[in-house]
């Protein structure tokens, strides 16, 4: 199923796309963020393939000459880099492109045995008729639901979300093709695959 992108989403996609005219730049925490995407997906080796080569040269020679590690240290120091994880809500409603985490929450179920659930995508594809998607790479499992009356609400929209409890950036919403509720000790699925996003899912 399709979904679209938040504004906030919206916004980090555009200045990444206009920082490649050279006119500016994409913020450092939005690039370490694709940056630590890249290194969990492909590993050490993958990021240093789509580093530059005089980089990396650069790079290879200070390390070289950092005998005491105070050179590293220092780049590591103070540091606090998000980890780059996704978690996937359960929602009775669409909570809107600009919804905030209060609007979120205010349509988020809430039932014993339920929790946001991590989800991988894979890496997106390339350009392609104006559009780059990618999709969840790994089923995603909710429940079960050990309260008497189930998970206690129909679900209408799941959404996409930068922290693993109630609040955090709203990154994405997908509606889903039929509405799905459990009964006392079910579970939830949502398939690989079932996610579908990208840039030619912008709407107006």
């Known amino acids: 199923m399709p979904g679209y992108l938040s504004q906030l989403a919206e916004r980090a996609a555009l200045q990444y796309v206009t920082s490649t005219s050279g006119t500016s730049l994409p ?26 080569v005089a980089f990396l040269n650069s790079f290879a020679s200070q390390a070289k000459a950092d005998t005491n590690g105070s050179w590293l240290s220092g780049l590591i120091a103070g540091r606090t880099d998000v980890s780059g994880s996704a978690y996937l809500a359960l929602l009775t409603s669409d909570p809107g492109r600009a919804a905030t985490a209060t609007d979120l929450a205010a349509v988020e179920v809430s039932a014993t045995g339920y929790s946001r659930q991590p989800v991988t995508f894979s890496l997106a594809t390339s350009p392609s008729g104006g559009g780059s998607g990618t999709s969840n790479s790994a089923a995603v499992i909710y429940g079960p639901f050990t309260g008497s009356s189930g998970l206690g609400a129909v679900v209408t929209h799941v959404a996409l979300s930068t922290v693993p409890a109630t609040g955090g950036g709203l990154i994405a919403v997908w509606q889903l093709d039929v509405p799905v509720s459990a009964s006392q000790n079910e579970n939830l699925m949502l398939n690989t695959a079932g996610l579908a996003i990208g840039l030619d899912s912008w709407q107006s």
Not at 29 to 52: D, F, W
Request: hydrophobic share 40%; aromatic share 8%.
């Open 27 to 52: 913020s450092q925490s939005m690039l370490r963020n694709y940056m630590m995407r890249v290194y969990q997906q492909q590993g050490l080796t993958g990021l240093a393939a789509s580093l530059p």
